[in-house]
């Protein structure tokens, strides 16, 4: 069974500074790979996801991540964060291939941009 | 808005008692997906169905069961509700069955259990 790791659990930046939160998976197959953000008091909302091909995909919003397979890795990041970038931001991945497409979540990463 | 409707929005009820949950998946989506949202436990996967069929099982417990009906709308129901039930309850929906299809998510419904 696939399990994902997201090892920052709360990251607190200034508005303005870069980001990069950390996503690993456990699977020996091929994955889908995703990361949603869920801000405050709403739904969970894909910012990206990666299914083949160039391993550096651009999300919503300024987002993007990187795919390295070698390190079971799927790192989000963003140059410059701003207030509104305040929220919860999950990693999540799929065994491929499935008939099925359960997605396997990490815990979150709460992001706090301050003014 | 992600176009994947739930009802209600928060339930409130007590230890014993058995809530049914609605989820309406977007339009032309065949696949509902429901997940349960808890501190202890994160977001989990629970079940996931197809066209009106089950596909996958997740972490869901014996006291819950889920379908999907013809109209394509998805009922989770809960019975014999424990304290720990307490969660934010989301459903999503894709339009295929497999693994190589983005997945949207309702705004969730908030059970209480007291």
Same mark, same amino acid.
């Given at each position: 069974a696939q399990s994902v790791s997201q090892h920052n659990h709360h990251v607190i930046l200034s508005e303005a500074a870069s980001l990069e939160l950390g996503c690993n998976y456990s699977y020996?197959?091929?994955?889908?790979?995703?990361?949603? $953000?869920?801000?405050p008091g709403q739904h969970l909302q894909l910012l990206l996801k990666y299914f083949s091909g160039d391993p550096l995909v651009k999300g919503i919003k300024g987002f993007e991540a990187e795919f390295i397979k070698s390190k079971f890795s799927f790192n989000l990041r963003k140059p410059s964060v701003q207030?509104?970038?305040t929220a919860e931001y999950f990693?999540? $991945?799929n065994a491929v291939p499935g008939t099925a497409s359960k997605l396997t979540f990490g815990t979150g990463t709460r992001l706090q941009v301050t003014l | 808005d992600s176009g994947v409707t739930q009802t209600p929005k928060h339930l409130i009820t007590a230890t014993g008692q058995r809530v049914t949950l609605r989820c309406s998946p977007r339009s032309g989506d065949l696949s509902v997906y429901w997940y349960q949202q808890s501190l202890d436990q994160g977001l989990q996967f629970l079940i996931q169905y197809y066209n009106g069929e089950e596909r996958a099982k997740g972490n869901i417990l014996e006291r819950f069961s889920a379908q999907?009906?013809?109209d394509l709308h998805s009922e989770l129901n809960l019975s014999s509700l424990e304290l720990g039930d307490s969660?934010?309850?989301?459903?999503?929906?894709?339009?295929?069955p497999g693994g190589g299809y983005e997945?949207?998510?309702?705004?969730?419904t908030r059970l209480t259990v007291t």
């Open positions: 020996g197959g091929t994955v889908n790979l995703f990361w949603y $953000v869920q801000y207030w509104s970038d990693c999540a $991945v | 999907q009906f013809p969660a934010l309850y989301f459903c999503a929906s894709s339009v295929g997945q949207y998510f309702g705004p969730g």
